[in-house]
């Protein structure tokens, strides 16, 4: 934050930057979009520098792995996220947007119509490429956004909101309509700004978004932990469920959306696991079994009896691992696997490989998560991944918006309604006018 102002006054300019930005038409926020990436690109040198010092310093710190890999953001990354931030530019526009049209009476007519939310708030975690995407969702959507990222990510969040904010001054919109806070201080009085903020998203451990919950009048989106299962049927093809568990686990362990539990039918689990078990090894996971699951491992010819594999506890199915690490689980049917899922689990994202219809269309219906999945990995819940360009993070509340947070899940809506004089007092009593109610 600029010490020069407080925190009221920058959230007092947030709120004004944003209703320009939001009287913008989609024209001109898509040239604010654009003038973003292409300051992103000129500041590309300054913001690989700055992620290299808050890399050098993480590592000092002794930071986990998981945090150091959505710590990272080279040149590649970089780029990619530039690609993003067009795609969002060339999404269709969400504000302004007519969900209703209906005559109520001659001469009566109602329209609900999109708009922005107006100020968010956002407090994320480790990942400097979240900057990127949240500031360009919230410009694209007319949002003006006050960002807290975390305290090693400083650095390269404060080279990528300074680009952000000469891309926006570059195309006439106030550089005040994206700020950025650095101090953990910042974050309780952020949450007492109840008349200048309308939203806080935040992106952390289920402790910390139940303490927003529990300290802000202000709504809040929760983004809690990423608990997600993987569930191999009785009916599940071996080789293709083999492939799932490892991309679901190995191909990014410190996503949110990364396996933390594979749980497998009884009647399968001789022929699954020892394969599942040398694929995962093979991607270096460690894998911690129940008893069912290490009696079948420890004497499958080729895996090394117990190499690579722990004991797990009670504790192990509420973990979130964000790393090479598997909890592994054999239950005896799909109810079982439902109702495991649906007590440990953290409502992001499950899945279940099986040939057997049936048993596909009973777990979809019945696992109470944002994301539920027929034969495909988990690591595709994701904002760019469903074709929202990014995502502001994953809500895994049950009220909408749900799942990966894009452009529509930060836009409102206004009922409009135009008549010629009418009166309630005409459609009451004895004589009342009738409605026609007739969408046009």
Known sequence: MNQSHSLLELAQQARGAAAHLAGLDGAGRRRAVEEVAQALEAAAPDIVAANRADLAAAEREGISKAL???????????????????????????????????????????????????????????????????????????????????????????????????GLAAAGVSPAAVQLLTTREEIAEL????????????RGSNS?????????????????????????DQAADVDRAVRLAVDSKAQYPAACNAIETLLVHREIAA????????????????LRVDGTARQILRTAPGLGGDADMEDATDADWSAEYLDLVLGVKVVASLEEAIAHINRYGSRHTDSIATEDPAAAAEFLSRVDSAGVYHNASTRFADGFRYGFGAEVGISTQKMPPRGPVGLDGLVTYKYFLSGSGQVVADYSGPNARPFTHRDL
């Open 68 to 166: 150091y890999a959505r710590l990272i953001l080279d040149q590649d990354k970089l780029q990619a996220e530039i690609a993003g931030v067009r795609n969002v530019g060339r999404l269709p526009d969400p504000v302004g947007r007519v969900e209703i049209h209906r005559e109520l009476d001659t001469g009566l007519v109602l329209k609900k119509v999109t708009c922005p939310v107006g100020v968010l708030g956002i407090i994320f975690e480790s990942r400097p490429d979240a900057a990127i995407q949240i500031s360009t969702l919230a410009i694209m959507s007319g949002n003006g956004a006050i960002l807290k990222g975390g305290r090693e990510s400083e650095q390269s969040c404060r080279a990528i909101i300074h680009a952000v904010q000469a």
């Open 191 to 202: 949450l007492r700004l109840d008349a200048y903020v309308d939203l806080i998203i935040p």
């Open 208 to 232: 910390f978004v139940r303490y927003v919950q529990e300290n802000t009048r202000i709504p809040v989106l929760g983004h809690a932990d990423g608990l997600c299962h993987l569930y191999v």
């Open 271 to 286: 022929g699954f696991l020892p394969a599942a078990a040398a694929a995962l090894r093979a991607a270096g996971v460690v």
